[in-house]
């Protein structure tokens, strides 16, 4: 006598024979947002926006920036988190070394940048490495509302260095990969601060 159970290989066969294909005819699919596993939507950036020499004043949300051309100061803030929607994002791209001395400080005041955001630095370790090790800065997420990112002659911030800055929904988060620049032998300064 048998029994009613299917057994294992029996339901993987039937599974694998089923039809995968999704007719769609003339239909349309369309989406305004896509997200990701953690639930924070990607925005839209279609172009990339030049900052100005000396800039102060709010960043705009949803903006890819180049930094400023001329590599001298500039502080800016980050739009509030009152005004910030879950998935804003702001990007900030170096098509230049930040001068010697200058500091680029991007922040609100009283408005903490995530724990655990990060601005990786060059060390300036010597040898055959120079440049290429690297340190981290975290923020503590309570006390650090500013990143400053401090120019330092053969330490950068240099060309190429990346900023993302990304709403999480309560609070910006930010990453910043800085370079280096000229021989890359002293360390980069660049640090979360609080102001």
Known sequence: MGTKRVGLARTQALIQNLKREIALGTSTLSATTLT????VTAPSMTSKTQMANGASGALTKNTWYLSPVDGAAI???LPTQAN???GDAIVVQYNI????GATHKYGTAGEFLMGGSTVYRSTGATGSAV???FSADVADGTADDFLNLVGLTNAGPGIGSLVVFTFNGSTWQV????TSSGTGAAANLSVFATS
């Open 36 to 39: 990701s596993t953690t639930g």
């Open 75 to 77: 502080t800016v803030t």
């Open 84 to 86: 910030s929607t879950k």
């Open 97 to 100: 070394a930040i001068d010697n």
């Open 131 to 133: 440049g290429l090790i």
């Open 175 to 178: 990453e910043a990969r800085c």
